[in-house]
């Protein structure tokens, strides 16, 4: 440590002018970033150190404390608080079968105006040391929700996609004309599944064009947030303890919480509750 007055000195800066800085109250402002960035560590903390400042802003907005993202953003570099995104996703799909396939009747709509329309179907995995972990979801597109889903040792259709259907209709009923799509994998083509969608007269299949994700984008697009928001920063030992990390995630948090881009960033269950009231309006 150098002494006062040299410091001054080489500063430039008077003793008085030092002292008096010294003594003096943090400004208006400082106290204000000070108390916005403790409500962002919160947040950041309940958002499983997911948020970046656009969802970060939007969070603090829906709290009632107006901030522009742009200090959000200014205030989570200083804090050091940055969104976990890890590794590249990549999308596979077994389509090499000899069932027959169903046209692209989504057709890329992604954006259905009622619940029960259009559900989009996927599979996915997850390494754990004791093997792969499958997991399958069935989303509603018109509040992104995930309606039905399952972990499963083995990619049979008895095991992924038939317990993720049973889910999703016991999750939301069908009232109208739905149209499933999914790709062309081995589990949604096989006659198994198929079956069990004709049981219903007002479902009708639909598949992505071959090796096209982004016909299925949506659900693409969720298995990139899992990823990389979630699964990739933990080592899984067990495939037990990798299915209670998907339960924690889907339904703990991105179901219920989750702020959506394509939702004006509100969660699934926030958006589902603005069409349910639109509808009762109706």
Known sequence: MFPIEMMCRVLDVSRSSYYLWLKSEPSQRALENKRLTQQIRIIYKESKQTYGSPRMTEELNARAISVSRPRVARLMKKANLRSITKKKFVVTTYSKHGFALSPNLLNREFNPQRQGEVWVSDITYVRTYEGWLYLTVIIDLADRKIIGWSTS??????????????????????????????????????????????????????????????????????????????????????????????????????????????????????????????????
């Open 153 to 282: 040792k083995t990619m049979k259709a008895a095991d992924t996609v038939m317990p993720a259907w049973k889910m999703a209709t016991l999750n939301r009923s069908i009232s109208d004309r739905l149209i499933f799509h999914s790709d062309q994998g081995v589990q949604y083509a096989c006659n198994e599944f198929r079956e069990t969608l004709k049981k219903d007269k007002r479902v009708v299949q639909s598949m992505s064009r071959k090796g096209n994700c982004w016909d299925n984008a949506c659900a693409e697009s969720f298995f990139k947030s899992i990823k990389t928001e979630w699964v990739y920063r933990f080592k899984y030992k067990t495939i037990k303890s990798a299915a209670l990390s998907i339960f924690e995630y889907i339904e703990t948090w991105y179901n219920t919480c989750r702020r959506h881009s394509s939702l004006n960033y509100l969660s699934p269950l926030e958006y589902g509750r603005l069409l349910n009231n639109d509808k009762r309006a109706a």
